[in-house]
């Protein structure tokens, strides 16, 4: 910490309010007057190499101070002070003017305490067919966060998942076996990083890249204003007008995937 007035963030998700927070004081000429800071409990910014580096390069050319490996502990409100764990166990108490946080995230106690939960508490599903994983309870199906599926927890992730789900489960009901549908795991992150700028980061298994837009407007890990609009105007309104009834596709828009009749 220096002079400045601290400013702590937490975790990925308030990636995108810390960068839009930062804009707001280059933009209302706070900049030399506020220190921000990331604190999260990965290794880096993004799971993504491709993405963590630009993001990485990001915070660096912004000064923004990049705390890694930084768990929080508990909040001291009174005195603004928050305590993180490092990754050698040892603690560490960090003054702050704002805290931004965002909670650790798991399972809810429904889903965690009953037996269709794996280890970690999720419903265990087949990563690719959607389908529990213990045949007792083949009946049971999971896409989105409750699902043990090892990808990013996303919206879009479920765009993807959905249509395979459907695609299972009716051909289960016809024929007695799963179709040739399988996710791959698909799931996108609309990472803002500013109020006219977005890095749309789409990946699969294995932390890969699958970009749609990639092969028209070039690379996805350059925050474009295009992708900032796509996030601020097309996706609200898809979500309210078409992917609430199960129209909407993801990556395929309105375009429903097909999938090989047999597995
Ligand atoms: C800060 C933040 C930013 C995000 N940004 C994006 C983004 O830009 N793009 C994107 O694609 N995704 C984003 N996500 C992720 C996205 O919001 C989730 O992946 C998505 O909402 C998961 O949907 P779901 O239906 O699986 O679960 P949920 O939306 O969590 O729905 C589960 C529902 O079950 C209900 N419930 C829980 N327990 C019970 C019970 N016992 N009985 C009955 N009902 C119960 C809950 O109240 C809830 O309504 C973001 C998430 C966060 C936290």
């Known amino acids: 910490m220096n002079d400045r007035t601290a400013v702590s963030h937490a975790f990925i998700a308030p990636q995108k309010i810390m960068w839009m927070a930062w804009d707001r004081y280059q933009r209302t000429g706070r900049n030399d007057t506020i220190k921000v800071d990331f604190y999260s409990g990965m290794p880096t910014m993004f799971s993504v190499k491709k993405y963590s580096d630009v993001l990485e390069k990001l915070r660096v050319q912004r000064g923004v101070g990049g705390l890694f490996q930084h768990n929080l502990l508990s909040v001291d409100s009174a005195n603004r002070k928050a305590t993180f764990k490092k990754a050698d166990d040892s603690a560490v108490s960090v003054d702050y003017t704002i805290l931004h946080v965002t909670p650790q995230m798991g399972p809810p106690d429904v889903i965690k305490k009953s037996p269709l939960a794996d280890k970690a508490g999720w419903v265990s599903v087949d990563s690719a067919t959607l389908r529990h994983t213990n045949p007792e309870y083949h009946n049971v199906w999971a896409v989105g966060d409750c699902s043990s599926l090892p990808t990013s927890k996303t919206a879009a992730a479920i765009t993807a998942q959905a249509p395979v789900l459907s695609e299972n489960l009716f051909s289960v009901l016809d024929t007695g076996k799963v179709s040739g549908a399988k996710y791959d795991g698909y799931t996108s992150c609309p990472l803002l990083t500013g109020y006219d700028q977005l890095l749309l980061a789409e990946f699969k298994y294995g932390l890969e890249p699958k970009e749609t837009f990639a ?49």
């Open 215 to 263: 092969q028209y407007l070039g690379d996805q890990a350059t925050p474009k204003k295009f992708y900032y609009h796509l996030k601020k105007d097309l996706f609200p309104w898809a979500y309210w007008n078409f992917m609430l009834d199960g129209n909407w596709y993801g990556s395929n828009a309105w375009t429903r995937p097909t999938f090989p009749s047999t597995a």
